[in-house]
C-alpha cells in the first residue's frame, strides 16, 4: 500500500510538472511570435508599417511588448522582489532590470513623440528598444524551457527502476505451488524459481544450484553463481537451474528498492550551482541602481533650471547604458553552442549546470565492467595440457565449442564466438547435460567432454598435475580459466575476460595530465580490480563494492573536498552517477544510468569523458571572457550617461549610444560563443 501510495503521489508530482511545462511552452510561443513582430516593426519591415507617424508605430509596438514584458517574462521580476526582501540579486534580477530599462525608456521616447511638448527640453533622440526588451526575454525564456524539460527526466529514471520489479512470484506454501502477487510475499516464504525467470525479491537459497545474470543490478557481465547459502538479488535472472530460496528482504528493503531510494535521495540533495552571472549581477545590479538614483538626485538638485524631465532622462540613459542585456546572453549563448559542439562529438549534455560543473572537476572515478571494459567475455588465451589426447589448440577449441553449441551460458557463448572467428566447424553434441554452478557434461563426436571449474574436475576425479598453478596465476590476472577434459584426460584451459577497452589507456594517461585524480570502483575482488586497474594505468581502486554502497563511495570522495565526476553504464552505477557532482554515462548502458546521468556518451567511447572535460573547461572560458564583453562598453560609458562631462565639456551621451553599446556587446558576446563552434575536441 505504501508504494502504490507513493508512485500516485509520484504521478500527481508529474502531473504538475506537465502543466507547468505546458503554461512555460505557451509563454514561450507567444513571446517567439510577438518578438518577431516587433522586431519587424522596429526595422519598418512589415508591409505598410514604414508610412503610418512615427508616433503610432511607436505606440503599436508598446502595446505588442506590454504581453511579452509582464506577462511572458512575469517570472523574472522575482529578481526585482528578492531584491527588497533579501537585499541581493540574481540572474532574474538582472533581466528584469535589463528590460525594463529599455522598456521604460522606449516607452518614454513614445510618449515623447504622441505629446511633443511634454519632453521637449530633454532633447530626446526617437530611439525605441522594444524589440531588445522582447526578444531578451523570449531567448531567457527558451533556456528555462530547456532547462525545464532536462529536469524533469529525473523522475523517469525512477519510473523505469520501478519497471524491474517482477509482478507475480511462485511460492511454496501448504505443500504445494501457488503463483502470488508480489506484494503478497511474506518474509519467511519459500520461492521457486525456474530457468528464464526473474527473481522476485531478495533472499538465501536453500535447495538447488544456478547461475544468475545479476548485470542489471550489479553491472557484473559474467554469471554468477549460486547454492544453498549464497544469496540473490530481486529482479535478477535465473539462467539455468531451478532453485528455492527464503525470502528475507521485501518491499522498501530490497537492494532494487534501496538503489530507488539513492537514486531519489542523490538528485534531490544536489545543491544548485551559483551561476558567475548571479554572482556578479548581486554587486554589479545594485551598484548601477544606485548610479542612477544619484544622477537624477543630483540632476535634480544641481541642474539647470532643476529639470525633472532632463534629471529622468539621465536616469534612464544610466539604466540603458548599463543594460546587461549581453549578460543574459553571455552565459546561454555559450552554453547553447558549446552542447550542440557536444552533440556533434557525440556528448549529450543534461543542462548547462553540468556543463559548468565539469571544468572544476579533480576526481574521476570510473566503474569497471562495460565502462573500462567491453562488458563481453572473450576468449584471451588457450592452454593444452602435455599428453592429451587433443593434438592443438584448433582441435581443444572445436571440442569445447561444439559441446555448448547450443548454450545461452555467457562463457559458452565466448567459447562459441572464439571458434567461429578462427573458422572452425563446429557439431552438434550427441548429448548435453548442464550441471549447474559447476560446468557441463556432453558426447562430441563419440569423445566424452567436461567443461568446468577445478571443483568440477575434481569431482570427476580429472587429474590436474600441475594445472592448477596456471589456473591461479589466469584467476590473478583477472580471467576466469575453465578447464576441459576429454575422455577423462584433462587437456587444457580456456581463459575468458572481459577486456579492457581499447582506448581506456590512452584516455586515463590524458586524464592524468589534467591533473585528474583517477579512481576504479567495482563489485569484483581484489584480484580481479587490481588486475583490471593496472593494465588501464589506475593506480587506486575501491574493489568489492556492493551496488548499494557506490553512492556512499563518491560520497566519501565528496566529503574530502573532491569533486567527482562518476563514469557507469549500470543500473547499479545509477545511484553513483545521481550523487557525482557529475554523472557520465556510456549510451550502450542501461537507459536508468543515461537518466541518473549529467552527461551521455552514446557511442560508449571513453574519449567522450575527456573531450566533454575539455569542452567544459573551454566553454566556462568562453563564458568568461563573454562576461567581460557584456561589461566592458556599458560600464566605460556610464559616467558619461550621467553627464559627468556636461558641466564643463556639454557633452551628452545620447541614448541612441548607449543603445549601440548595448548592441556591441551583445554581438561581441554572441560572435565569441559562436567561435566554440571552430574548436576541435
Not at 125 to 153: C, H, N, P, V, W
Not at 195 to 217: F, L, Q, R, T
Not at 236 to 248: A, P, Q
Amino acid at each position: 500500500m505504501p508504494e502504490t501510495l507513493k508512485l500516485s503521489l509520484e504521478q500527481k508530482r508529474e502531473l504538475i510538472e506537465k502543466k507547468k511545462q505546458k503554461v512555460l511552452l505557451r509563454k514561450l510561443i507567444i513571446g517567439i511570435v510577438l518578438s518577431a513582430i516587433i522586431l519587424l516593426g522596429s526595422m519598418n519591415l512589415i508591409p505598410g508599417f514604414g508610412f503610418m507617424e512615427t508616433k503610432y508605430r511607436y505606440l503599436i509596438l508598446l502595446f505588442l511588448t506590454i504581453p511579452v514584458q509582464f506577462w511572458v517574462g512575469l517570472q523574472f521580476y522575482k529578481g526585482i522582489t528578492i531584491v527588497f526582501k533579501y537585499r541581493t540579486a540574481d540572474m532574474n534580477t538582472l533581466v528584469a532590470v535589463g528590460t525594463l530599462s529599455a522598456f521604460i525608456y522606449s516607452t518614454v521616447v513614445t510618449f515623447a513623440a504622441l505629446f511633443p511638448g511634454l519632453f521637449a527640453k530633454a532633447r530626446i533622440e526617437q530611439t525605441i528598444y522594444f524589440d531588445t526588451s522582447a526578444i531578451i526575454i523570449t531567448l531567457i525564456l527558451l533556456g528555462r524551457f530547456f532547462e525545464a524539460k532536462a529536469k524533469g527526466r529525473a523522475s523517469d529514471a525512477i519510473k523505469k527502476l520501478l519497471k524491474l520489479k517482477p509482478d507475480k512470484a511462485v511460492v511454496f506454501r501448504d505443500g504445494s505451488e501457488i503463483e502470488i502477487n508480489i506484494d503478497d510475499v511474506k518474509v519467511g516464504d519459500i520461492v521457486i524459481v525456474k530457468p528464464g525467470e526473474k527473481i522476485p525479491v531478495d533472499g538465501i537459497v536453500i535447495e538447488g544450484y544456478s547461475d544468475i545474470n545479476e548485470s542489471m543490478v550489479t553491472g557484473e557481465s559474467l554469471p554468477v553463481e549460486k547454492k544453498a547459502g549464497d544469496e540473490v538479488i530481486g529482479a535478477t535472472i535465473n539462467i539455468t537451474g531451478t532453485f528455492k530460496f527464503k525470502t528475507t528482504k521485501i518491499g522498501k528493503d530490497t537492494v532494487l528498492n534501496q538503489i530507488i531510494q539513492l537514486v531519489e535521495e542523490a538528485q534531490g540533495s544536489k545543491a544548485p550551482i551559483q551561476k558567475l552571472a548571479d554572482t556578479v549581477a548581486s554587486f554589479f545590479v545594485p551598484i548601477v541602481i544606485s548610479i542612477a538614483l544619484i544622477t537624477f538626485v543630483l540632476w535634480m538638485i544641481f541642474g539647470t533650471n532643476h529639470s525633472f524631465t532632463f534629471a529622468i532622462i539621465r536616469f534612464v540613459s544610466v539604466l540603458v547604458i548599463a543594460c546587461p542585456c549581453a549578460l543574459g546572453l553571455a552565459t546561454p549563448t555559450a552554453i547553447i553552442v558549446g552542447t550542440g559542439k557536444g552533440a556533434e562529438n557525440g556528448i549529450l549534455i543534461k543542462d548547462a549546470q553540468s556543463l559548468e560543473i565539469a571544468h572544476k572537476l579533480n576526481t574521476v572515478v570510473f566503474d569497471k565492467t562495460g565502462t573500462l571494459t567491453k562488458g563481453q567475455p572473450k576468449v584471451t588465451g588457450i592452454y593444452l595440457t602435455p599428453g592429451c589426447v587433443i593434438k592443438d589448440e584448433r582441435d581443444l577449441l572445436f571440442y569445447a565449442a561444439s559441446s555448448e553449441l547450443r548454450s545461452e551460458h555467457p562463457l559458452g557463448k565466448a567459447v562459441v564466438e572464439k571458434a567461429i572467428e578462427e573458422g572452425i566447424n563446429l557439431v552438434e553434441p550427441s548429448e548435453f547435460r548442464n550441471i549447474s554452478g559447476k560446468g557441463i557434461e556432453a558426447r562430441v563426436n563419440d569423445r566424452s567432454i567436461l567443461k568446468g571449474n577445478i571443483a568440477f574436475m575434481k569431482e570427476k576425479n580429472i587429474l590436474l598435475e600441475n594445472i592448477e598453478t596456471r589456473a591461479d596465476a589466469l584467476a590473478k590476472q583477472g580471467k576466469t580459466p575453465v578447464f576441459i577434459s576429454v575422455d577423462d584426460s584433462l587437456c587444457g584451459i580456456i581463459a575468458i575476460a572481459d577486456t579492457l577497452k581499447d582506448e581506456a589507456l590512452k584516455v586515463i594517461e590524458e586524464l592524468k595530465k589534467l591533473n585528474l585524480e583517477v579512481i576504479m570502483i567495482t563489485g569484483d575482488n581484489k584480484n580481479t580490480a587490481f588486475a583490471i586497474a593496472g593494465q588501464a594505468g589506475i593506480d587506486k581502486v575501491i574493489s568489492e563494492v556492493f551496488p548499494d554502497n557506490k553512492a556512499n563511495e563518491i560520497k566519501k570522495l565528496q566529503a574530502d573536498k573532491k569533486i567527482v565526476a562518476m563514469v557507469g553504464d549500470g543500473i547499479n552505477d545509477a545511484p553513483a552517477l545521481a550523487q557525482a557532482d557529475i554523472g557520465i554515462s556510456l549510451g550502450t548502458g542501461t537507459d536508468i544510468a543515461l537518466e541518473s546521468s549529467s552527461i551521455t556518451l552514446i557511442s560508449g567511447d571513453l574519449n567522450g569523458v575527456l573531450k566533454a572535460i575539455k569542452l567544459s573547461k573551454y566553454t566556462i572560458k568562453v563564458i568568461r571572457q563573454n562576461l567581460f564583453w557584456a561589461f566592458f562598453y556599458n560600464i566605460l560609458l556610464i559616467p558619461l550617461a550621467a553627464g559627468v562631462l556636461f558641466p564643463v565639456f556639454g557633452i551628452l551621451v545620447d541614448p541612441m549610444y548607449a543603445a549601440a553599446a548595448m548592441a556591441f556587446s551583445s554581438v561581441s558576446v554572441i560572435s565569441n560563443s559562436l567561435r566554440l563552434k571552430l574548436y576541435k575536441l
